[in-house]
């Protein structure tokens, strides 16, 4: 599981995405910049950045 917590780019942000693939992790975090912030044209360095703040998380079995 992929993970990219938004604070990590934009500051105040508290939303976070995750996704099995990074691919889909950008998605949600491209669609999240549209609609939180406002950014009608994300542009291929912010895609970028976001990727670099992609993470992998490991679930935590009970």
């Known amino acids: 599981m992929k993970r990219f917590d938004g604070g990590s780019l934009i ?19 491209v669609e999240r910049l549209r609609n939180d912030h406002g950014e009608t044209e994300v542009r291929p360095d912010m895609v970028e950045r976001i990727k670099l703040r992609i993470f992998e998380v490991h679930p935590h079995h009970h």
């Open 11 to 29: 500051p105040g942000a508290t939303w976070n995405v995750t996704a099995e693939t990074e691919a889909e992790v950008v998605r949600k975090a």
